[in-house]
């Protein structure tokens, strides 16, 4: 079966610029995650869809982060302004809800603000 | 409080050799499940083992073993004869079943291998 495809692989903005990911999970996966990793340290949750309904966002930043999951299938985080924090791997796991062998995480987006 | 500690922010081991990861965890969910997770340089997360709260045996997966201690929350990661290629982040996590089915994940820790 095809992975949990991401885009842009690395991408490089100026703060204050907006940027968007992109993210297509496994076929048939209902659930739907977005982490971000800072260098040296673990994935950090940033939200969670169960289809196309948010099941968990309590630690997205709101005031600059968005994301959507139109008709259940792909999904698009934004970030807009970006902040010199915000420079990060972004990954996109996908996963059968329940299943014990846990995500597959896409390759993720290295994004760097400058 | 964290749910995932790995106190091991660095280890060096040589070749061929068994070395354990340390985890430990926290939950007062009766039922939850723990996973390991290798990333190499390259930046993708790579499933590699898991064991489930209720699961008698410790889980086996090739080289891997994942050593379940449920009264001491620990669930440290075996790797046995040890290669070049090992030598990468390793996180531990756990996902709690009555949490909406997240994963939350440790620090990690950074494993080199010396040939």
């Known amino acids: 079966e095809a992975g949990v495809a991401q885009s842009p692989r690395y991408k490089i903005i100026e703060k204050r610029q907006s940027v968007a990911f992109w993210c297509n999970p496994i076929?048939?996966?209902?659930?739907l995650y977005w982490y971000q990793q800072i260098l040296g340290q673990g994935p950090k949750l940033l939200i969670q869809?169960?289809?196309?309904?948010?099941?968990?966002d309590s630690q997205l930043p709101k005031d600059r982060f968005s994301a959507e999951r139109l008709k259940g299938v792909d999904s698009t985080l934004k970030i807009q302004p970006a902040k010199l924090e915000d420079s990060a791997v972004y990954l996109c796991?996908?996963?059968?809800?329940?299943?014990?062998?846990?995500?597959?995480f896409g390759s993720g987006t290295r994004l760097t603000v400058v | 409080a964290q749910k995932i500690t790995q106190t091991q922010p660095g280890m060096f081991v040589q070749e061929k050799e068994a070395v354990t990861l340390d985890c430990t965890y926290d939950?007062?969910?009766?039922?939850?499940?723990l996973f390991w997770y290798k990333q190499p340089s390259s930046g993708e997360m790579i499933f590699l083992i898991y064991?489930?709260?209720?699961?008698?045996q410790n889980a086996t997966e090739g080289r891997y073993s994942l050593n379940f201690q449920k009264a001491r929350k620990s669930a440290n990661l075996v790797i046995s004869a040890s290669q070049l290629g090992d030598s990468a982040m390793y996180f531990c996590?756990?996902?709690?079943?009555?949490?909406?089915?997240?994963?939350?994940f440790g620090k990690g820790t950074r494993l080199h291998i010396l040939p």
């Open positions: 869809f169960q289809n196309n309904g948010v099941v968990d």
């Open positions: 064991q489930g709260s209720y699961d008698q």
């Open positions: 796991a996908s996963s059968i809800y329940g299943g014990s062998y846990g995500y597959t």
């Open positions: 076929s048939g996966h209902a659930t």
């Open positions: 996590a756990m996902r709690e079943e009555n949490r909406d089915d997240k994963i939350i």
């Open positions: 939950t007062s969910d009766p039922s939850y499940g």
